[in-house]
């Protein structure tokens, strides 16, 4: 049969304190004797006579000591087992209530969290018990979230490839060149968004394999400009500032060219006059990289969510909305797995800046 801790504890306090008390009679039976026939020869010897009362006396200390005595291990065994049901009451309280809540997280229940204690371990423990349980609610809001939003952006490209495949079969008719190639453009943006997926997903659990060398970032950004360039409208220039004499940074090569592709497209889509500027500079022992541009801008109570997961700005027009909506969340995970941070300034209506750092070798 298995004893609980509580029961455990409550016998284990009861012990010590009536082994304590215990120990507190026999010596005070052993000292109070020796002190009260000490202090009758000590009145013997300054002249009382008490040849006649001695054992009366002695009676009388005998019978008082034991009434006394007892009292005492009565009073003295409530008060025990009183305090030691009391303090094993206060330490397995808590634990009781972690494995209740434990429960209701099993069960689907997040919300839950364990009161605050006195006990300066059972506090410890229990704010690092709360602290997971707030991770995992977190946690398990952002499933929410990542499977309504997964279904949100799957819902639109699906519908409209089984409306044309429907409407082809229902009319028996071969699609046109048109429809397919629209069906082809749809099905690319599932494959984007797929691809971005597992990505992000391999990312945020730190699954992505990064190659982390010595890179020259002047190379990558004069090449960039030129693979873009052809792809901006004549309303709209690119310019590259870089030092002569830039430090090579630890990065992986490939990586940090996925984050600059991203910035750079999200920069092109927003900026329909005016001009694209990469710029990288050292500052503080590290390279700073800015992609800044003329377009629309941000709403400065839309800047915290940029780099949220399929977030899009509710002031886009439906020709800019054409991403999946994660590129900037990858982005932003390339940088940290790199060692560096990424941050956003923008203005409404004049342009935004995304700057990021890498650690110089």
Same mark, same amino acid.
């Given at each position: 049969?298995?004893?609980?801790?509580?029961?455990?504890?409550?016998?284990?306090?009861?012990?010590?304190?009536?082994?304590?008390?215990?120990?507190?009679?026999?010596?005070?039976?052993?000292?109070?004797?020796?002190?009260?026939?000490?202090?009758? =020869?000590?009145?013997?010897?300054?002249?009382?006579?008490?040849?006649?009362?001695? $054992?009366?006396?002695?009676?009388?200390?005998?019978?008082?000591?034991?009434?006394?005595?007892?009292?005492?291990?009565?009073?003295?065994?409530?008060?025990?087992?009183?305090?030691?049901?009391?303090?094993?009451?206060?330490?397995?309280?808590?634990?009781?209530?972690?494995?209740?809540?434990?429960?209701?997280?099993?069960?689907?229940?997040?919300?839950?969290?364990?009161?605050?204690?006195?006990?300066?371990?059972?506090?410890?423990?229990?704010?690092?018990?709360?602290?997971?349980?707030?991770?995992?609610?977190?946690?398990?809001?952002?499933?929410?979230?990542?499977?309504?939003?997964?279904?949100?952006?799957?819902?639109?490209?699906?519908?409209? &490839?089984?409306?044309?495949?429907?409407?082809? &079969?229902?009319?028996?008719?071969?699609?046109?060149?048109?429809?397919?190639?629209?069906?082809?453009?749809?099905?690319?943006?599932?494959?984007?968004?797929?691809? =971005?997926?597992?990505?992000? $997903?391999?990312?945020?659990?730190?699954?992505?394999?990064?190659?982390?060398?010595?890179?020259?970032?002047?190379?990558?950004?004069?090449?960039?400009?030129?693979?873009?360039?052809?792809?901006?409208?004549?309303?709209?220039?690119?310019?590259?500032?870089?030092?002569?004499?830039?430090?090579?940074?630890?990065?992986?090569?490939?990586?940090?060219?996925?984050?600059?592709?991203?910035?750079?497209?999200?920069?092109?889509?927003?900026?329909?006059?005016?001009?694209?500027?990469?710029?990288?500079?050292?500052?503080?022992?590290?390279?700073? &990289?800015?992609?800044? =541009?003329?377009?629309?801008?941000?709403?400065?109570?839309?800047?915290?969510?940029?780099?949220?997961?399929?977030?899009?700005?509710?002031?886009?027009?439906?020709?800019?909305?054409?991403?999946?909506?994660?590129?900037?969340?990858?982005?932003?995970?390339?940088?940290?797995?790199?060692?560096?941070?990424?941050?956003?300034?923008?203005?409404?209506?004049?342009?935004?800046?995304?700057?990021?750092?890498?650690?110089?070798?």
């Amino acid at each position: 049969m298995r004893i609980g801790l509580q029961t455990r504890l409550f016998f284990s306090h009861l012990v010590v304190m009536l082994v304590g008390l215990l120990s507190f009679l026999v010596i005070s039976k052993a000292a109070s004797h020796h002190l009260f026939f000490g202090h009758l =020869d000590y009145l013997e010897e300054v002249g009382i006579t008490l040849s006649e009362t001695r $054992s009366a006396l002695v009676e009388g200390f005998e019978a008082a000591w034991s009434k006394s005595t007892l009292l005492a291990i009565a009073v003295g065994t409530l008060t025990a087992a009183g305090l030691s049901y009391w303090v094993a009451q206060r330490i397995v309280l808590p634990l009781f209530q972690m494995e209740q809540i434990a429960r209701q997280f099993a069960s689907g229940q997040l919300h839950e969290r364990v009161p605050a204690s006195d006990i300066p371990e059972i506090a410890q423990l229990s704010t690092s018990f709360n602290r997971l349980a707030s991770s995992l609610e977190d946690v398990e809001h952002r499933r929410h979230e990542l499977i309504g939003d997964v279904a949100h952006e799957l819902r639109t490209p699906l519908t409209i &490839v089984r409306g044309y495949l429907e409407e082809s &079969v229902n009319r028996q008719v071969e699609p046109s060149l048109g429809t397919c190639g629209l069906l082809v453009k749809e099905t690319k943006r599932l494959e984007r968004l797929v691809n =971005d997926l597992q990505v992000l $997903s391999q990312a945020e659990v730190g699954h992505l394999s990064l190659n982390l060398r010595p890179v020259d970032l002047r190379p990558l950004l004069c090449s960039l400009h030129q693979r873009f360039s052809s792809q901006l409208l004549e309303t709209v220039t690119m310019q590259v500032q870089c030092t002569e004499h830039l430090p090579m940074v630890l990065a992986d090569p490939d990586r940090t060219e996925q984050i600059l592709v991203n910035l750079i497209g999200n920069a092109i889509r927003h900026t329909h006059a005016g001009k694209i500027t990469l710029r990288a500079w050292s500052a503080t022992g590290q390279v700073w &990289v800015a992609v800044s =541009d003329t377009g629309s801008g941000i709403a400065p109570e839309e800047l915290p969510h940029v780099f949220d997961r399929f977030w899009r700005s509710t002031r886009l027009h439906a020709h800019d909305r054409t991403g999946t909506g994660i590129g900037l969340a990858i982005t932003k995970r390339l940088v940290e797995l790199q060692g560096g941070q990424i941050a956003t300034e923008s203005e409404l209506g004049k342009g935004t800046t995304f700057r990021f750092t890498l650690p110089i070798t």
